[in-house]
């Protein structure tokens, strides 16, 4: 009985000095539980072993992110002179599962000492962080004082999505772009878009277009010895029409346009010259595609712009309309869409496009297809249904195109494929179908989102909605934003 109570007693002794142990033995693994420690467990635990395992959990892909975190927080926090930090730091930077918020305060530690290899990283990370806070003014400070070339792309892609000219790091964005190229902003901006190793061309115009004055732009181009096709496209153009690319959008249909089908720049320079002369019209790459097929078509009448303004206006106006409903009082999409309130705001292109649209939608063979289309797309929930519209033998004609799949399922608004994409830069306009709904009048006309695509990527449209099981609308845009309701029509 004795030897009994001996040994419960022991087991007790036993099992409360093992709780101590497993108590004391503890590790901190958080900011907050390393500032909570006894000044027994800091005796036990020295910062370098604490920091030692602190960063192998802070670099263990297999722990949560916001373990990794949190022992990161204790790493940069212990101040401990391990040279080998910084280059483990930076891994964590490139690692692509390490997550924004290890990455973040890796990047704080490493700009804190000054690390000089970190522009490959930063840039990265300056699209992901807001535009006024404290972190991506240290980046932008920390680029000025470690200017890197080979990354003057992405640094040019970053300025250019800044929202003003007159922001607080336009400053700072040329300041950069000088330290890297040893030149003036816009000197460096424009020898990049004439440089066969520079991949943001279209970003660097933009800069350059917003920023300096287009007379000046225009003839340092055509004095400047051409490098790459899309320097030699903007000087074909502008030789041509008079016209400079001022988007990314409209250099790459440039340059597209100048490689891939040169001829078509020949042939719409010479009916440009004549809508010049009758209506003042002036030339934009989207419309390269009509000119050069009108031009070449015999049997087309030449139309002044009066007559084909008296003919649109009789059938728009005798013909029923669906107005849009607006998604907001002001937005971009609460528009104007009666042609008479607009028609001198449209170009030559614009009545053309109307009137061939017009026409084309009048067919019984279209109207047939499109009640086909309407039934297709209403039974795949996938993806909305669209194409492109070209001048084929002397007339517009339709062409569906497969929807993509990369944006994942939206079964509103066309997302246009990598084919119709291409295709595009050599087309009248591309089509929407709103047929989701049989009856989707409070859709008709373009949305938001597919007006600020057409002023993005520089090109036409049109909307077709169905009305009722019988009826569709349809609504053609432009770049510009400018919407014109072009009446209701039979499914046949």
């Given at each position: 009985m004795r030897s009994t109570r001996i040994l419960l007693g022991g087991l007790v002794a036993v099992g409360v000095f093992a709780g101590c142990v497993v108590q004391q033995a503890k590790m901190p693994t958080s900011q907050i539980e390393y500032d909570r420690m006894a000044r027994a467990d800091r005796e036990r635990f020295p910062p370098r072993t604490i920091f030692d395992y602190n960063l192998q959990r802070a670099l263990n892909k297999d722990l949560p992110p916001s373990k990794r975190v949190n022992s990161l927080r204790v790493v940069t926090a212990l101040k401990i002179d391990a040279p080998e930090l910084e280059y483990q730091l930076a891994l964590v930077l490139g690692d692509p599962t390490a997550g924004a918020e290890l990455q973040k305060v890796a990047l704080e530690f490493l700009l804190g000492r000054d690390h000089p290899?970190?522009?490959?990283?930063?840039?990265?990370?300056?699209?992901?962080?807001?535009?006024?806070?404290?972190l991506r003014d240290r980046i932008l400070d920390w680029l000025i004082k470690h200017p890197q070339p080979q990354v003057l792309a992405e640094v040019v892609k970053l300025w250019a999505a800044e929202p003003s000219v007159t922001g607080p790091n336009e400053p700072r964005f040329r300041r950069i772009v000088e330290t890297m190229t040893n030149k003036y902003w816009d000197d460096a901006l424009l020898d990049s878009i004439n440089s066969p190793v520079f991949f943001a061309r279209g970003s660097a115009l933009e800069l350059l277009a917003s920023r300096a004055p287009l007379s000046l732009i225009r003839l340092r181009i055509s004095r400047t010895e051409a490098r790459t096709d899309a320097f030699k496209a903007m000087q074909d153009v502008l030789g041509r029409f008079d016209y400079l690319p001022t988007t990314a959008a409209e250099l790459l249909q440039t340059a597209w346009v100048y490689t891939q089908r040169p001829g078509l720049l020949s042939d719409a320079g010479r009916l440009a010259r004549g809508w010049e002369d009758a209506s003042g019209y002036?030339?934009?790459?989207?419309?390269?595609?009509?000119l050069s097929r009108l031009a070449k078509d015999p049997l087309r009448p030449s139309?002044?712009?009066?007559?084909?303004?008296?003919?649109?206006?009789?059938?728009?106006?005798?013909?029923p309309h669906v107005r849009h409903t607006p998604s907001a009082r002001g937005a971009v999409d609460d528009y104007t869409e009666d042609f008479a309130q607009q028609v001198d705001a449209l170009t030559m292109s614009d009545l053309w496009n109307l009137y061939l649209l017009r026409e084309m939608l009048g067919r019984q063979r279209v109207q047939m297809a499109l009640r086909i289309t309407a039934q297709r797309d209403r039974s795949d929930d996938s993806g909305a249904w669209g194409g492109l519209i070209f001048y084929q033998n002397g007339r517009a004609e339709a062409i569906l195109y497969p929807y993509s799949a990369r944006g994942g399922q939206n079964d509103l608004i066309y997302s246009p494929g990598r084919r119709a994409v291409i295709d595009g830069r050599d087309a009248m306009c591309?089509?929407?179908?709103?047929?989701?709904?049989?009856?989707?009048?409070?859709?008709?006309?373009?949305?938001p989102e597919e007006i600020r695509d057409a002023m993005l990527r520089n090109y036409y449209g049109l909307i077709i909605t169905s009305v009722n099981e019988h009826v569709f609308c349809a609504h053609y845009y432009n770049a510009d934003g400018l919407v014109v309701s072009m009446g209701t029509f039979r499914f046949r």
């Amino acid at each position: 009985m004795r030897s009994t109570r001996i040994l419960l007693g022991g087991l007790v002794a036993v099992g409360v000095f093992a709780g101590c142990v497993v108590q004391q033995a503890k590790m901190p693994t958080s900011q907050i539980e390393y500032d909570r420690m006894a000044r027994a467990d800091r005796e036990r635990f020295p910062p370098r072993t604490i920091f030692d395992y602190n960063l192998q959990r802070a670099l263990n892909k297999d722990l949560p992110p916001s373990k990794r975190v949190n022992s990161l927080r204790v790493v940069t926090a212990l101040k401990i002179d391990a040279p080998e930090l910084e280059y483990q730091l930076a891994l964590v930077l490139g690692d692509p599962t390490a997550g924004a918020e290890l990455q973040k305060v890796a990047l704080e530690f490493l700009l804190g000492r000054d690390h000089p290899g970190l522009a490959e990283y930063v840039v990265k990370l300056l699209p992901r962080l807001k535009a006024h806070s404290s972190l991506r003014d240290r980046i932008l400070d920390w680029l000025i004082k470690h200017p890197q070339p080979q990354v003057l792309a992405e640094v040019v892609k970053l300025w250019a999505a800044e929202p003003s000219v007159t922001g607080p790091n336009e400053p700072r964005f040329r300041r950069i772009v000088e330290t890297m190229t040893n030149k003036y902003w816009d000197d460096a901006l424009l020898d990049s878009i004439n440089s066969p190793v520079f991949f943001a061309r279209g970003s660097a115009l933009e800069l350059l277009a917003s920023r300096a004055p287009l007379s000046l732009i225009r003839l340092r181009i055509s004095r400047t010895e051409a490098r790459t096709d899309a320097f030699k496209a903007m000087q074909d153009v502008l030789g041509r029409f008079d016209y400079l690319p001022t988007t990314a959008a409209e250099l790459l249909q440039t340059a597209w346009v100048y490689t891939q089908r040169p001829g078509l720049l020949s042939d719409a320079g010479r009916l440009a010259r004549g809508w010049e002369d009758a209506s003042g019209y002036r030339f934009n790459i989207r419309d390269t595609h009509i000119l050069s097929r009108l031009a070449k078509d015999p049997l087309r009448p030449s139309w002044r712009p009066s007559q084909l303004i008296g003919h649109l206006t009789r059938i728009f106006g005798a013909s029923p309309h669906v107005r849009h409903t607006p998604s907001a009082r002001g937005a971009v999409d609460d528009y104007t869409e009666d042609f008479a309130q607009q028609v001198d705001a449209l170009t030559m292109s614009d009545l053309w496009n109307l009137y061939l649209l017009r026409e084309m939608l009048g067919r019984q063979r279209v109207q047939m297809a499109l009640r086909i289309t309407a039934q297709r797309d209403r039974s795949d929930d996938s993806g909305a249904w669209g194409g492109l519209i070209f001048y084929q033998n002397g007339r517009a004609e339709a062409i569906l195109y497969p929807y993509s799949a990369r944006g994942g399922q939206n079964d509103l608004i066309y997302s246009p494929g990598r084919r119709a994409v291409i295709d595009g830069r050599d087309a009248m306009c591309r089509f929407n179908c709103h047929f989701e709904k049989t009856d989707n009048t409070r859709r008709a006309g373009p949305g938001p989102e597919e007006i600020r695509d057409a002023m993005l990527r520089n090109y036409y449209g049109l909307i077709i909605t169905s009305v009722n099981e019988h009826v569709f609308c349809a609504h053609y845009y432009n770049a510009d934003g400018l919407v014109v309701s072009m009446g209701t029509f039979r499914f046949r």
